[in-house]
């Protein structure tokens, strides 16, 4: 039996390991629910809520398309030699457009891989409410230093997707899609951070293929983003770090002093 003096020090570590960031109300009326459907039906509101939080996305990217604003152009960072850019010279790969769209799966996957407890289910909200911050922080950037993707209407570009079979998938994402919101990269940053606690719930069962083939499908999507023409290298370099800082800095933080804390009812931690 711990002694008071024990007990008192453990009291200190924890005041001292007070959470990072607290789980929000908003997820007060789902986490009512957790235990319904053996926690499908948590994962799959989990699925909405994200795309709820991350929804400010197409208002920004809409602001830019009317507004048709170019603060900068980000290739000029990356000059060759010869006096080219560096994004020109990266192949366009029609193809590599059905792993860019391999983001939604990272959306799916992330609320599905966690463990179904309680701490599981609180550390799943804390990596969704990151990835919304970073999202919401990169928001801001894509309103005040808005850069056009020009990298669409390159001459090769536009002479492939005349017979590509994917022409229509481009379309699509053209159609949804305006050519902004270029940097940071959310499709680097937000399945940087999905990838980083999925390995977290993995590795504790011991499943290392399991990441290191999640890690080698994050490294395709990151690659794709170039391939496509959707990004230029800035937007990826900048979508990379904007991911690592916020794990640095708050994710890692948080998972640490979360599960000091154990496992709480939302409700209570706000």
């Known amino acids: 039996m711990p002694s008071q003096e024990q007990g008192q020090s453990i009291d ?21 629910i957790r235990n319904r459907g053996s926690g499908t039906l948590f994962a799959s509101w989990t699925v909405f809520g994200m795309l709820l939080l991350l929804s400010p996305y197409q208002l920004t990217n809409w602001i830019a398309s009317v507004r048709e604003v170019t603060a900068w152009d980000p290739k000029t960072l990356f000059v060759l030699a010869d006096g080219t850019y560096l994004d020109h010279a990266i192949p366009f790969v029609d193809w590599s457009i059905l792993i860019y769209y391999t983001i939604f799966a990272f959306y799916v996957a992330l609320p599905f891989s ?12 804390l990596t969704v409410q990151f990835i919304a911050l970073s999202s919401w922080f990169a928001y801001i950037v894509f309103l005040f230093f808005p850069a056009e993707i020009r ?41 940087f951070l999905a990838t980083i606690a999925i390995s977290r ?33 800035w937007d990826a370099l900048s979508g990379l770090g904007l991911g690592m800082l916020t794990w640095w800095f708050g994710f890692r933080l948080a998972m640490r002093t979360q599960k000091i804390f154990g496992t709480q009812n939302p409700s209570a931690q706000t």
């Open 201 to 233: 719930w993995w590795k504790a069962r011991g499943l290392h293929l399991r990441i290191a083939t999640m890690w080698i499908l994050w490294t395709a999507l990151t690659v794709s983003t170039l391939t496509t023409k959707q990004h230029f290298l």
């Open 12 to 32: 200190t570590e924890k005041e001292a390991a007070k959470p990072v960031v607290k789980i929000w109300r908003i997820w007060n009326p789902l986490w009512k």
């Open 114 to 125: 966690a463990p179904k407890n309680d701490l599981g289910r609180s550390e799943l909200l």
């Open 151 to 191: 990298l669409r209407y390159h001459p090769i570009v536009e002479e492939q997707m005349a017979t590509s079979w994917t022409a229509p998938l481009y379309g699509w994402f053209y159609w949804l899609d305006r050519p902004y919101n270029a940097w940071p990269s959310l499709h680097v940053s937000q399945t």
